[in-house]
């Protein structure tokens, strides 16, 4: 692969595939207040609220009544990646790369008779977004990131007897992604001078399924999986750098389209939920998620040499993510839930994407306002270890990094019944 070829891939695989702290890889799980609070430990199985909706729309079939849930969900993150001036390079430290984000999500379920149920929820499975100084030494890597998923997922559920349900959905999803990077080392006099840009957006079509045993109305257990996504981008690259496009240069840059293909892995989850007594109910869940599928990153152009813009290979493997929690109802009006949950490291820590083991310590609570209407609240300290890795910079030397990550997660939500 020619230098040419090698810069771009560089530039806009550290672009498209930044870290995220919320779970492994770029995944996101904050669907639910109720949820964070317990870690989403056994969120396939206790259908609580229409916010099930996201994890198993077998769920719906526990539902009588028409019911609506809208939640948003805070992510404070704390994130430092350093470098440690091997090579000569200068030893530097980007704090707080990953911006304060705010997730909402709606939900809506709808039974129809004693069989059958409708819903459909709007959120995000997979985000992320990221913002590196300008005048970073290693400015092809890290800059300005934004990646965001909505899902449009309606669902429909069939009660086929009193201990089992199934149900199953559709999922539109809408990508937007836009990314800045910088020359960083490559021009000392002008570090912060743009290398690239990348704009594009997209919509692609996914599926999900599941199905709920029911031992009976205390012990219940819940399976789902939800399809892979291929997101086609097709939008605009812009290339500073004079080498990425032919007849482009730094005084002249030349926008062209470009095809990219963006992995989002399937999900499957399986969780079970189980009310020992009056007060105290325990619950637990796995999810795997199978980023052994995000192999490469490829995209193409007939403006960019032999077609190819880039051509970069991953590192990911499947991972898991383990949780349990309790619910303990302290009266009619408050219920108070915790959970703990380890989410694996997806892939092998790079500067684009610094991925390690995450641990969750949640704790949250429900007011029963009236009959109809409640509220939820949630808040997890999230722990990532330290990781320390060698990345490839474009001047094919490796260079040392460590990264310090964890975060503040809080969420509030409203649950209607009519």
Not at 18 to 47: D, K, M, P, Y
Not at 362 to 374: I, K, P, Q, V, W
Request: aromatic residues 14%.
């Amino acid at each position: 692969m020619s230098k040419k070829i090698s810069l771009t891939a560089v530039a806009v695989t550290a672009a498209l595939f930044s870290l995220n702290t919320q779970a492994a890889g770029f995944q996101v799980n904050e669907h639910s207040a109720s949820g964070l609070g317990r870690a989403f430990a056994g969120e396939t199985a206790i259908a609580d609220n229409a916010s099930v909706l996201a994890r198993n729309p077998a769920a719906m079939a526990r539902f009588e009544r028409a019911e609506v849930s809208g939640s948003l969900s805070f992510i404070d993150p704390s994130i430092d990646i350093a470098s440690k001036g091997s090579h000569n390079a200068p030893v530097q430290t980007y704090e707080d790369v990953a911006p304060f984000a705010i997730v909402p999500a709606g939900f809506f379920i709808q039974p129809i008779n004693d069989q059958f149920a409708w819903g459909v929820g709007v959120f995000a499975n997979y985000g992320f977004a990221t913002e590196y100084p300008d005048g970073a030494f290693f400015g092809a890597l890290a800059g300005n990131t934004d990646l965001i998923t909505v899902n449009f997922n309606p669902n429909v559920s069939w009660r086929i007897n009193d201990n089992f349900s199934v149900g199953g959905g559709v999922s539109l999803v809408y990508a937007d992604a836009v990314l800045t990077r910088h020359f960083g080392s490559l021009n000392p006099a002008n570090p912060s001078q743009e290398l690239l840009k990348l704009e594009g957006d997209t919509w692609e079509w996914g599926w999900n399924v599941g199905a709920l045993w029911e031992l009976n109305d205390d012990h219940r257990f819940g399976l789902s999986y939800r399809s892979q996504v291929d997101l086609e981008f097709a939008g605009d690259f812009t290339d500073y750098s004079g080498t990425g496009v032919a007849g482009s240069t730094i005084a002249a840059p030349k926008k062209v389209g470009g095809d990219l293909t963006v992995v989002l892995p399937a999900i499957a989850e399986f969780g079970g939920f189980h009310q020992l007594n009056n007060q105290w109910a325990l619950h637990y869940g796995v999810q795997w998620t199978q980023w052994s599928k995000f192999e490469e990153l490829k995209a193409t152009s007939n403006d960019c040499v032999n077609g190819v813009c880039l051509l970069k290979e991953e590192e990911f493997d499947d991972n898991f993510r383990y949780s349990i929690g309790a619910t303990y109802t302290l009266s009619q009006a408050w219920i108070l839930r915790a959970g703990f949950a380890f989410d694996e490291q997806a892939g092998k820590s790079t500067l684009s994407i610094p991925d390690t083991d995450r641990y969750w310590y949640s704790a949250g609570l429900t007011y029963n306002y009236s009959d109809d209407m409640t509220f939820d609240f949630g808040l997890t300290y999230l722990y990532g270890q330290s990781s320390d890795f060698n990345e490839k910079y474009v001047d094919g030397r490796e260079y040392a990094f460590s990264g310090e990550n964890d975060a503040i997660l809080s969420a509030a939500q409203m649950n209607y019944r009519f």
